[in-house]
């Protein structure tokens, strides 16, 4: 099976901007999570997709946002972009019922 | 809050030592992972342990649950380079699936 994939893979924006990434997860997997890894906070979760709807929420601003489409995959957006949010965004799968969570390779976003 | 604690949490050593990462916790998991994670990568799975006092060994490392389920520890017997990175574990639990991360250790073996 494919793992899961993330585009783009690397990403610069200037403050203010918006930008959207995008997570294919593997194939049958219907749970797709998003984190931000920054070297000060660690690996923080986002928020969770299952099925089209949003199940979980972390502790983000509403800039933060994301959806997933009826094959699985999902996309983030972030709006109004600001330094502090240059961070790794990770995106994960998981089969239904399992804890076990498969990332991607994450997207590398600048924000100048 | 459910926070999970990993030390230490940077460990530089010679390669063929041993070594033990531990992450501890005062909250009770249903399941804790253990991944790698290289730079400018995601999280490897490692493993998944899921019953208190499990212990799982993969190559030369080995990891074990606590009885409580509370904390992990993983070893790793001769570490070589190729061992370098950063070891994250997570918890998992509950209704909401939702997984708590350690902040890592970062592991650097020397040649």
């Known amino acids: 099976k494919a793992g899961v994939t993330q585009t783009p893979r690397y990403l610069i924006k200037t403050r203010g901007q918006q930008v959207t990434l995008s997570c294919s997860p593997i194939s049958g997997h219907r749970s797709v999570s998003w984190y931000q890894q920054t070297p000060g906070q660690g690996l923080q979760f986002l928020f969770e997709?299952?099925?089209?709807?949003?199940?979980n929420k972390g502790n983000f601003p509403g800039r933060f946002s994301g959806r997933q489409f009826s094959n699985s995959r999902s996309e983030m957006n972030v709006s109004t972009l600001e330094l502090g949010d240059s961070a790794l965004y990770l995106c994960?799968?998981?089969?239904?019922?399992?804890?076990?969570?498969?990332f991607g390779p994450g997207t590398r976003l600048t924000v100048l | 809050t459910q926070l999970l604690e990993q030390s230490p949490q940077f460990l530089s050593i010679q390669e063929g030592e041993n070594l033990t990462v531990y992450c501890n916790s005062s909250s009770v998991f249903s399941s804790l992972q253990w991944y790698r994670q290289e730079p400018g990568e995601g999280p490897v799975l490692l493993v998944t342990?899921?019953?208190?006092?499990e212990v799982k060994k993969l190559k030369r490392l080995t990891f074990q649950f606590g009885d409580a389920r509370k904390d992990s520890s993983l070893h790793i017997t001769a570490a070589q380079p190729g061992d370098t990175g950063l070891y994250l574990c997570a918890g998992g639990g509950g209704s909401n699936y939702k997984l708590t991360f350690g902040k890592g250790t970062l592991l650097t073996v020397n040649p």
């Open positions: 994960a799968s998981r089969q239904g019922g399992s804890d076990t969570q498969y």
């Open positions: 997709y299952f099925s089209e709807t949003q199940r």
């Open positions: 342990v899921v019953t208190g006092g």
